[in-house]
């Protein structure tokens, strides 16, 4: 139950609207609904500003089904990571207005646009391999309602490509770098711009690069100031965090 929801429950009683039995009934699964093997956050949206998002993988396809049915009730924003292709058609059968992105493995669906941040977030990789990490990222931001700029394949094995285009990574707010192999985009980037730099080590690389661990460690001992680092893959992690960075500058600037 979203913040507007409740809001209205309080308003109508206030004005003699509905009776306090209806409301309680319509409160009953506050703060959470459980339906067997998932206990549902319905106030994520008050704490967190977006309501709780699906993580898909290790779930059964019906048990994703379960979650995003007792989500749809509740007339808000759904959002499915890691999702598998049983979960897409499961999921498209019961809301066919979802948007799935293949290349991220996401489901989206949208009850209510959210307003377009002024500034932008900026998702740059290292190189084409990492696009799967990228997409995840920006279905993610887009969703949380921000502006997002995506740029691929810039990484430092040619490293006139991200030259072309550094203005507009200056340009944004706050930048997510992706990289695999050692990881060194991410260094490089912090050391040319003054916004904060998200990072996000990528499984991608050959057998010394351990699954994205190479990666992860130069990114955490990076000589550039400033780099947060989340964990391998985590484009979702990345995009909440720059999410919540964007959203900050334009609270800051409105008020």
């Known amino acids: 139950m979203n913040k507007s ?22 409160l009953k699964d506050l703060p959470f609904t459980d339906i067997g093997h998932t206990k549902i956050d319905n106030h994520r949206s008050l704490r967190n500003g977006y309501p709780e998002v699906i993580y898909g993988e290790h779930k059964t396809g019906q048990q994703v089904v379960d979650i995003f049915q007792a989500m749809l009730k509740k007339q808000s924003n759904i959002l499915a990571t890691r999702v598998s292709d049983e979960m897409v058609a499961m999921i498209t059968k019961i809301c066919p207005t979802v948007t799935h992105n293949t290349v991220a493995r996401t489901l989206f669906y949208e009850y209510e646009p959210l307003p377009e941040t002024a500034s932008a977030v900026v998702i740059v990789t290292a ?11 920006k279905v993610t931001a887009q969703a949380l ?7 691929s394949d810039v990484g430092v094995a040619g490293i006139h490509r991200l030259f072309a285009c550094i203005d507009d990574i200056r340009n944004a707010r706050v930048v997510i770098v992706i990289a695999g192999m ?22 991608v690389g050959y057998g010394a690069s351990f699954g994205g661990l190479s990666a992860l460690l130069a990114m955490l001992t990076s000589c550039a100031n400033g780099v947060t680092v989340v964990n391998i893959d985590n484009g979702f992690g990345a995009a909440f965090a720059a999410s919540q960075i964007n959203h900050l500058k334009n609270i800051l600037t409105a008020s």
């Open 145 to 151: 309602g921000n502006k997002v700029n995506l740029i």
């Open 127 to 137: 190189g084409t391999a990492d696009l799967a990490v990228a997409e995840e990222a």
């Open 182 to 203: 050692e990881g060194a985009l991410a260094s490089v980037i912090a050391g040319l711009v003054e916004i904060p730099v998200i990072a996000v080590p990528t499984s």
């Open 5 to 26: 929801t409740i809001q209205y429950i309080l308003e109508a009683i206030e004005k003699g609207e509905m009776k306090a039995d209806d409301a309680l009934i319509k």
